[in-house]
């Protein structure tokens, strides 16, 4: 009877270091998830913050020719370009992605100021590269709530095991 009740202090021991662990890499992934969330609020802010500073708008621009550069377009591109490369520090998964977007704008607006490209096959170009940004973004985003899902699965299994302790 007396191994018994050293055994039990050792087991809740045991029991709590492991639901302790459970929360603990919870709490990990809860504040990754919370730094790329808060990353992605500041790059929605330091673009819109970018039109401001440039008096560029991308969605209210009009009476730019096909083949011209609109006032402080560049500004406004330099701009978006540090806010993106911002972004991807805290999201370096997405690294590679916002790197090609940049590069590639940078060659196609290069592209339209020597009148080899328009900015409606520029915008095309863009908008692929944003739709596979967005799955991408979007898959991140359910493997990251895939991954809670199961540490909290994890933790109410190992909780509901202790619960024996009680009968």
Known sequence: ???AAVGFPILVVFIAALIGGCASKNTTTDSMTSAVMGARDKLVADIRQCSQRSGYDPNNLQGVAENALAPQELQWRQCAYDAARSYEQANPAMRSQYDQLIAEDIAMTTAIQQGTMTRSQRRARIEQLIAQIRSTEEAQ?????AEQARQMEQIRNVVESARGFGY
Do not use: D, L
Not at 141 to 145: H, L, N, P, S
């Open 141 to 145: 985003a359910r493997a990251t709530a």
């Open 1 to 3: 009877m007396r191994t």
